[in-house]
């Protein structure tokens, strides 16, 4: 661990335990406050807010908890995040804000086009010959549900489910093609039909694992060549089920993945816990796609 490293994760510990401080602190008055507010409504036969003020005390106590809990973890990313991409290649840059384009999101045609869109924990750089960038993104759709209140009445409920939450991977590729091509887990579905036909491959254990669409047969083949298959198939085993699209001369990756995966636990110390070795194994996983998919690899000339 470098000295800059471990000066800031000193920096961060001593903040996380004064942000423990206080909460204790806040928690404490503001149970008191409630136990006294409570008591004089109970005392003067005030029934509903003798109920309504301990869960008014409990909202802001917790609401004070998150706001601080959450500034150690946003101060933690800014910080430590930065140091890490950098240590993997200098070229990689952070942003705790930004995320990939709801635009390129939809470029790869791996999912339904969402209503509501947002991300964080950009990266982006390049690792070797190949340009990336990937950050956390959460897409979900609108719908409309039947609800029938305690009165009986029935009305309708706009409400939103997750299409996609997790990373979302795009490298340049080293072939040129103008086609698009989708690999996903094995079962075609609707979205097929924007990409063309299905393409059955010549390897069944692929075969079995996905399902392949394409605008153009041969160009997904010469995309998918059997050797590279053979690493799709490996990064499956690495990082479980994914969708990945071919399209645009890029290649975009989706893989399931926790929002908080880069955020670290506050109940345990940030400068003695393995946390940080945690988050960058993370990193160089995410990172070593383009080492697993030989995305570096530039025997064919691109136009």
């Known amino acids: 661990m470098s000295g800059d490293l471990a000066a800031t994760l000193t920096e961060l510990e001593q903040e996380r335990l004064a942000a423990f401080s206080k909460m204790k602190i ?10 006294v507010v409570t008591t004089g409504f109970y005392f003067s036969g005030n029934e509903l ?14 609401a004070i908890c998150f706001y601080l809990v959450g500034k150690v973890k946003d101060d933690f990313k800014q910080k430590v995040m930065p140091i890490l991409v950098r240590g993997i290649d200098p070229s990689l840059i952070y942003d705790m804000k930004r995320y990939v384009s709801e635009g390129e999101f939809q470029a790869a045609g791996l999912f339904a086009r969402p209503d509501r869109y947002n991300g964080k924990d950009f990266v982006e750089g390049r690792i070797g010959e190949t340009a990336v960038r990937f950050s956390l993104v959460h897409a979900e759709e609108e719908y409309t549900e039947v609800e029938t209140d305690s009165n009986g009445k029935i ?32 079962g075609v579905n609707f979205f097929d039909k924007m990409f063309g036909s299905h393409v059955e491959l010549e390897d069944p254990d692929f075969n079995k694992h996905f399902s392949v669409s394409s605008s153009d047969q041969v160009e997904a083949r010469y995309i998918l060549t059997p050797a ?52 960058l194994a993370k990193l160089k996983s995410i990172t070593g796609i383009v080492e697993d998919l030989g995305l570096n690899v530039r025997i064919w000339t691109k136009a």
Not at 159 to 181: C, E, M, P, S, V
Request: hydrophobic residues 50%; glycine residues 6%; proline residues 3%.
């Open 155 to 186: 009305r309708t409920v706009q409400k939103y489910r997750t299409i996609f939450q997790g990373l979302f991977f795009i490298a340049d590729f080293n072939k040129h093609f103008t086609a698009q091509t989708k690999i996903e887990p094995h």
């Open 228 to 279: 590279f298959m053979q690493r799709l198939m490996a990064l499956h085993e690495k990082v479980g089920t994914f969708r990945t699209a071919f399209a645009y001369e890029h290649m975009f990756l989706a893989i399931a993945m926790s929002d908080d995966v880069f955020a670290p636990s506050v109940r345990h110390s940030l400068a003695e816990s393995g946390q940080v070795e945690k988050i």
């Open 49 to 62: 807010w003798t109920w309504i003020t301990p869960a008014l005390g409990g909202c802001v106590v917790a």
């Open 26 to 35: 806040w928690a404490a008055g503001a149970l008191a406050l409630t136990a």
